[in-house]
């Protein structure tokens, strides 16, 4: 599967002045841990290692 775009919509009821959601729209692009690996396009590595039975080191 490609992705071509990944759009957010945020609708919301608030008293909030038009520059104080422009500052929360700031902060949150700004922190967010998601939004950062998505816009910042770091690579994904997959590891499997199979675990022999009885292997009591990885038993929970």
């Known amino acids: 599967m490609t992705y071509y775009a990944i759009r957010l919509y945020f609708a919301f009821t608030s008293n909030a002045t038009s520059e104080q959601i422009s500052s929360l729209a700031r902060l949150t692009e700004r922190y967010c841990v998601v939004y950062q ?24």
């Open 37 to 60: 690996t998505l816009t910042k396009g770091v690579p994904v590595l997959t590891f499997y290692k199979k675990i022999p039975e009885g292997d009591s080191h990885y038993d929970s």
